[in-house]
């Protein structure tokens, strides 16, 4: 290509306040084209899952992490040669593979729009203190920089992997952070690790080898002992898994688990918990739901007893809208919600996500019921967006799905309420006067004390029930 110049694609933030991500999975290599608009690879936040698109046109130099890695908001993760003037100088210098050395991140963070990277500064960044590394990683280094327009290309290119020299036993081996955390977990000196990757880095497989020969002699079959399991990188990985021992399995928290602990902790701490219970005869409500299914208006949509919950649930804090806030510490304000962005917890291969439908206060019936398919699919697909799980005000878990009774829900950080429902069940119960088997489940509602007492707490656990209990007070409540 002439007159080229290579740009570098740093990672956005394409989620609000998300500070790194996990590459999943590349879709190009060196040597592709590419053009605007183009997805080049997904990556994991600690929200959802999000295909990237690259800026411009233009063939692909390299890729500076490899599937597994996770990577701050503003590293470049992606080499691109495009047309345009550049120097000569940065025509002529060579492509370089992924560096060893850690890319050097921004010093602030900016506003940026969802794949197209932070925007480029005129303010020169004072260079990070390198550690003591071989000097194939430094020439690398270098060449790298020249590819970001630091400066002119060297007079002799520097030829990738074939100049590294075998590392000398004082010097440090060469691994990607993730190993060596990796490698400090289980023990092993990574000095005494046989390195099998690129330019003799080691890789996770090589620390687990060595593990497995250390655990070797112990081994009472005379037979040689079969190598630890290889951790293979998923398409969708739940999470990366590191074998600590035949007795143990240690699971890197990441991703979704990361952020949903940090944000239970934050709740727990934070605002002080109430849950109310209440067993309620939802037989009425399970025969409507079947008489919906053989509507006409509902062909194609999901229906099930959700459904009618979260409608109940939606006309409880219409009767009660003082439910419907969240608690602004900052300016010690009660904020109170005229719209309801109904949260729904959904149990995914990443964790527990909380998508919202946008004011499901607003739409019918068939309506909320298409809007909930659409959640629930997109949810188990991996494909919920970081801005369907922005802005919730209420939330429902539904831990009925899994045969559990009932349980003490933690709110969702921003919310003053959230609806537990426990699992249906045939039960013998009091009706008109006699014992029979009727369908029964138990709700818990869990509130935030600071702004919600409990006689509000309970009218709006009350009225729930009582339109489960009776569904046609939805069309004299609603």
């Known amino acids: 290509m002439t007159n080229a110049s290579v740009r570098e694609f ?9 500070t790194e991500a996990e590459i999943l999975k590349w879709y190009v290599q060196p040597g592709d084209t590419v053009t605007d608009g183009q997805v080049v690879c997904e990556v994991e936040t600690a929200k959802a899952a999000v295909e ?83 000097a194939a990683r430094q020439a690398a280094s270098a060449v790298q920089s020249e590819l970001n327009g630091h400066g002119a290309a060297p007079a002799v290119p520097v030829t990738p992997a074939a100049a590294v020299a075998p590392a000398a036993p004082a010097q440090r081996p060469l691994a990607k952070p993730p190993v060596r955390k990796l490698a400090k977990d289980l023990g092993v000196d990574l000095a005494t690790v ?57 699971v890197p928290v990441k991703g979704v688990r990361k952020a949903t602990a940090a944000a239970m902790v934050g709740s727990a701490f934070t605002a002080p918990h109430v849950t109310e219970f209440v067993t309620v005869d939802v037989t009425r409500t399970m025969k409507l739901v079947e008489e919906l299914k053989q509507d006409k208006e509902f062909a194609g949509l999901r229906v099930n007893p959700l459904l009618l919950i979260a409608k109940a649930l939606l006309v409880a804090i219409r009767r009660n ?29 990443r964790g527990l996500i909380v998508p919202n439908i946008k004011d499901a206060d607003a739409k019918t019936l068939p309506e909320l019921a298409a809007s909930l398919g659409e959640l629930v699919s997109t949810a188990r697909e991996g494909k919920t967006s970081p801005s369907a799980m922005q802005g919730g005000t209420v ?59 409990g006689e509000l707490g309970s009218k709006v656990l009350a009225d729930v029930a009582a339109i489960l209990e009776r569904p046609k007070r939805l069309i004299t409540w609603a």
Request: overall charge negative.
């Open 10 to 18: 740093k990672m956005p933030d394409v989620g609000e306040g998300l």
């Open 395 to 453: 939330t429902i878990t539904n831990v009925g799905v899994f045969g559990v009774d009932t349980g003490t829900p933690l709110l969702n950080p921003g919310e003053s309420a959230i609806l537990a429902v426990g699992a249906i069940k045939l039960q013998p119960w009091v009706h008109k006067g006699k014992v029979k088997p009727r369908q029964v489940t138990t709700l818990a509602l869990s509130f935030d004390h600071r702004l919600v007492d």
């Open 52 to 134: 990237l698109p690259i800026p411009y046109d233009g063939v692909v130099r390299a890729l500076h992490f490899p599937e597994g890695t996770t990577v701050d908001v503003g590293t470049s993760i992606i080499a691109v040669e495009v047309a345009g003037g550049a120097a000569p100088a940065q025509q002529e210098a060579p492509a370089v593979p992924a560096p060893a050395a850690e890319p050097e991140k921004p010093a602030a963070r900016q506003p940026v729009l969802v794949g197209y990277g932070v925007a480029t500064s005129s303010t020169r960044r004072r260079p990070r203190k390198q550690a003591p590394d071989t």
């Open 194 to 250: 046989t390195p099998t990757g690129p330019d003799g880095v080691i890789t996770r497989e090589d620390v687990h080898a060595a593990v497995a020969a250390a655990q070797a002699p112990q081994q009472a079959a005379p037979a040689a002992p079969p190598a630890a399991p290889a951790v293979s990188a998923p398409d969708r990985p739940a999470a990366p898994v590191s074998y600590d021992s035949a007795r143990e399995t240690r």
């Open 321 to 349: 809208p003082d439910i419907n806030a969240s608690w602004d510490e900052a300016a010690q304000e009660i904020v109170v919600k005229h719209y309801v962005n109904l949260g729904i917890a959904a149990a995914t291969p």
